[in-house]
Nanobody, 122 residues
């Protein structure tokens, strides 16, 4: 069994910073890409940032220059450093990882964290 456990988030003032962490654990053969998505009330879930095992990154246009994604491959952990936060960044943030479990030889599966609320007050 594979789990993603998130930490961080909470209430932040506009212009402030916050850091999210997510660690994968369980019966893992390999962790491929990891990323963060968010979902605001009444909106679809959207990609915020992603990072490959080779540390290539991808960002949504709305967060470029403000958010930084990073990872510690040895600890199967991904981070999202969020700076210059805006009220429109308010959402539930979900960790996502493409993981090859020990029950599979090659094929990765999508796993999700439980979500963590980030609220940015104006």
């Amino acid at each position: 069994q594979v789990q993603l456990v998130e930490s961080g988030g909470g209430l932040v003032q506009a212009g402030g910073s916050s850091r999210l962490s997510c660690t994968a654990s369980g019966s893992i053969r390999r962790v491929n890409a990891m990323g963060w998505y968010r979902q605001a009330p009444g909106k679809q879930r959207e990609l915020v940032a992603a990072i490959t095992s080779g540390l290539a990154t991808n960002y949504a246009d709305s967060v470029k220059g403000r958010f930084t994604i990073s990872r510690d491959n040895a600890k199967s952990t991904v981070f999202l450093q969020m700076n210059s936060l805006k009220p429109e960044d308010t959402a539930v943030y979900y960790c996502n990882a493409q993981i090859v479990p020990t029950t599979s030889l090659l094929w990765p599966r999508d796993y999700w964290g439980q979500g963590t609320q980030v609220t940015v007050s104006s």
